[in-house]
């Protein structure tokens, strides 16, 4: 990784006239907007399907893709769908922010009428596509049409035994018995995948290299537990013992109750964590650099016992370390890592990182206490980091400035000789820019310098979350010069 620059940017945020940001027009406009910006990198959130909140940090798949990011425009060039079918439908009244609920109204109709008229004019193209994801893909296709014959209700109700527990015999029936709802979901991922490698092919001709987010958990409602139970922690009924979280930190006095089952490390290094590489081998089809979520937890993790409403009555327990991070870094000499390590590194997590040699994080935001020395102050940095003004956990800067002790924002104003000719946004991202860091990203939403109403998530909370869309215009011509001239000075085009 050469010393560059890059944009935080979910495919979600982009401008649609159909509720969400997808991989059509707007996505090639937006890489077309980081190259003449003058960017080597656009960060993504996980392009899971999303379950539970809407978050991409709870998917129904770790190896599927998102059905809302499939571009009905580019269906309807493909004759799969019309525009007085597309144009019909209710997205949503407000461009700045996703509704989920008309989304989900809308888009699976269209879908299944797509999948009427193109599954048997692609059956070779599908045909080859099973076959090269047949790993997971056939479970993945029959346990969302059961989610959809049991009321789309976790697995974990099902009121077929046989199927809850995925038992062969019934598997067979089911797969015969909702036989077009498989096909639906296999067809969605094939439409999926097939604009989504156009999408990328486009952008890495760019020079644009694609940075993706891997949770570091799958949800319990996901069809990689049901369909793989043996590979976590849990009971003879399929119920976890213990689930993950984090404990009270910065964001929350609770801590994080994220409730995902733990992982049977023991289990996985029997077969040399075959899982593990099978999960990054899809995600490396997705990015061309993976980012971490929570690193830490390869170290000692955080595990809450089952049932509790927080997680303060948590434990932690010793993690795969090396063993795991080793295999990884040694099997995929084509993909770069960047560890999420934020947070309060113990000595053995920092040793981990050294271990691993991956580059860690370094937040803007969580530099300028004023009450003590923080390692994310510029001046402290090794070049083996990623330097963010803020992550998808963080207000935007412009909130930020609202939001945070005045002491510690004094602190920023004197540390980074913070004008109002320049303006606090564009100082801070000065600051991170002219760092030795090997990589600096910043949020859209701090290049626009937007504030309140603006951030994209807040742990711990589950309503307004994973909502905020850039408008068309925004990502301007004029932006892009700017941008575009401050990676010039500072080494970073």
């Known amino acids: 990784m050469n010393r560059s620059s890059g944009i935080l940017m979910p495919i979600s945020s982009l401008p649609s006239p159909y509720g969400i940001g997808t991989f059509g027009k707007a996505a090639y406009d937006f890489a077309d907007f980081l190259h003449a910006a003058g960017q080597g990198y656009w960060q993504l959130l996980p392009l899971g399907p999303t379950s539970y909140g809407d978050s991409p940090y709870q998917s129904f798949s770790t190896f599927a893709g998102n059905p809302y990011f499939i571009d009905l425009d580019l269906l309807i060039k493909d004759k799969l769908l019309t525009r007085k079918e597309v144009t019909s439908c209710a997205w949503g009244s407000e461009p700045r922010y996703v509704d989920y609920g008309k989304i989900y109204e809308s888009r699976f109709a269209l879908l299944e009428r797509a999948k009427a008229r193109g599954w048997e004019r692609d059956r070779e193209a599908v045909a080859a596509f099973e076959s090269e994801n047949s790993r997971w893909l056939p479970d993945y296709a029959l346990f969302m049409a059961l989610k959809r ?18 038992r062969a015999d019934a598997l067979e029936r089911y797969r015969a018995e909702l036989r077009g709802d498989v096909e639906l979901f296999t067809y969605i991922q094939f439409l999926f995948f097939r604009q989504w490698s156009a999408l990328k092919s486009y952008i890495n001709g760019l020079g644009i290299r694609i940075i993706g987010d891997i949770p570091i958990y799958v949800a319990m409602d996901s069809s990689d537990v049901w369909s793989e139970p043996e590979k976590f922690q849990l009971d003879e009924r399929n119920v976890p013992v213990e689930v993950s979280g984090v404990p009270p930190d910065y964001f929350s006095a609770d801590g994080q109750l994220w409730g995902n089952p733990l992982y049977d490390y023991e289990a996985m290094q029997k077969d040399g964590f075959e899982w593990w590489i099978r999960r990054i081998g899809g995600a490396a089809k997705l990015y061309d650099v993976i980012r971490i979520d929570h690193f830490r937890g390869f170290e000692s993790y955080w595990a809450v016992p089952y049932g509790e409403t927080t997680a303060k009555n948590g434990r932690w327990v010793k993690g795969p370390g090396m063993a795991l991070v080793g295999v990884l870094t040694g099997w995929f000499h084509d993909i770069e890592f960047i560890a999420e390590d934020l947070g309060y590194p113990t000595p053995e997590v920092t040793q981990l990182l050294a271990d691993s040699r991956l580059p860690g994080m370094k937040v803007l935001e969580f530099a300028f206490d004023s009450r003590d020395t923080s390692s994310y102050l510029p001046h402290s940095y090794g070049e083996n980091c990623i330097c963010y003004t803020g992550t998808h956990d963080n207000a935007p800067l412009a909130l930020w400035r609202t939001e945070a002790d005045k002491a510690d924002i004094a602190f920023a104003v004197q540390y980074l000789g ?33 504030g309140a109403g603006h951030r994209m998530n807040i742990p711990g909370t589950s309503r307004g979350n994973w909502e905020w869309r850039m408008l068309p215009g925004e990502a301007s011509k004029k932006l892009a010069g700017q941008i575009r001239e401050m990676t010039r000075i500072y080494g970073r085009s």
């Open 418 to 450: 913070l004008n109002d000719r320049e303006g606090f946004n564009r100082g801070i991202i000065r600051g991170g820019m002219s760092s030795v860091a090997k990589l600096f990203v910043a949020q859209m939403q701090d290049w626009l310098e937007l």
């Open 149 to 166: 014959h049991f009321g789309m209700k976790s697995w974990t109700e099902w009121p077929d035994e046989g199927a809850r527990l995925h």
